[in-house]
């Protein structure tokens, strides 16, 4: 019963090269949210996807970042040209369906980027 | 707007101490969840327990347990004889919409042995 997988668990950049996240959902889970962890603070979302949809990407910067969530493989957060100021954790959750009572959203173990 | 608020940023108990963990909340929607997550030194967020506006019994699992008191927007939670495993990140978090999680700034509860 594999929960969610994310890798890699760290992952150093210099300035201006790209960071690849990587996100399997739970088995049976269909939607996908990325979420960010700046340092001291609570977790703030970012983007929802379905298979090979965005559904929402409202708090996502409109620059340099962009997400996907093919109809195989896992979903993929992508940072452009990163910047000290992406140094953070970066969560994955999914869930089986969206809305109502039993939407609960899993999280894996986030990938923490830090940007030299 | 929505919101929460946990004001507490870090709480130290000794071990076999009680100790409570503040949530309050904001939203003007009737009907919303709260949940609680525990998020300990390895970093994953473990999901603990999910309560929604509209059942306010209040909720008990080995030594946890959780206060939902909507006249004050708050959903307390409470570890029973605290133990030195318990120190984590602990966050509330709200969702009134169909998916969008809003997230306090968590409190950090180390429990000393």
């Known amino acids: 019963n594999a929960g969610v997988m994310q890798n890699p668990r760290h992952l150093v950049r210099r300035r201006g090269q790209e960071a690849r996240l990587r996100c399997s959902p739970m088995?049976?889970?269909?939607?996908v949210y990325w979420y960010r962890q700046l340092p001291e603070e609570g977790l703030k979302f970012m983007v929802y996807?379905?298979?090979?949809?965005?559904?929402?990407e409202s708090g996502m910067p409109k620059e340099r970042f962009s997400a996907e969530f093919p109809k195989e493989g896992p979903s993929i957060l992508r940072i452009q040209q990163v910047v000290r100021g992406d140094s953070a954790a970066y969560f994955c959750?999914?869930?089986?369906?969206?809305?109502?009572?039993?939407?609960?959203?899993?999280f894996g173990a986030g990938t923490r980027l830090s940007v030299l | 707007a929505q919101k929460v608020t946990q004001a507490q940023t870090e709480i130290s108990v000794v071990e076999k101490e009680d100790v409570t963990l503040d949530c309050v909340y904001e939203?003007?929607?009737?009907?919303?969840?709260l949940f609680w997550y525990k998020q300990p030194p390895s970093g994953e967020l473990v999901f603990l327990i999910r309560?929604?506006?509209?059942?306010?019994q209040n909720e008990i699992s080995g030594r946890y347990s959780w206060n939902f008191q909507k006249s004050t927007s708050s959903f307390n939670f409470t570890i029973t004889a605290s133990q030195v495993v318990d120190s984590a990140v602990y966050f509330c978090?709200?969702?009134?919409?169909?998916?969008?999680?809003?997230f306090g700034t968590g409190t950090r509860l180390k429990v000393l042995a």
């Open positions: 959750a999914s869930s089986q369906i969206v809305g109502g009572t039993k939407n609960i959203q899993y």
């Open positions: 088995k049976g889970h269909s939607h």
């Open positions: 996807l379905q298979k090979e949809n965005i559904i929402d």
């Open positions: 939203t003007r929607d009737t009907t919303y969840y």
């Open positions: 309560r929604n506006s509209f059942d306010e």
């Open positions: 978090a709200l969702r009134s919409g169909t998916y969008k999680y809003i």
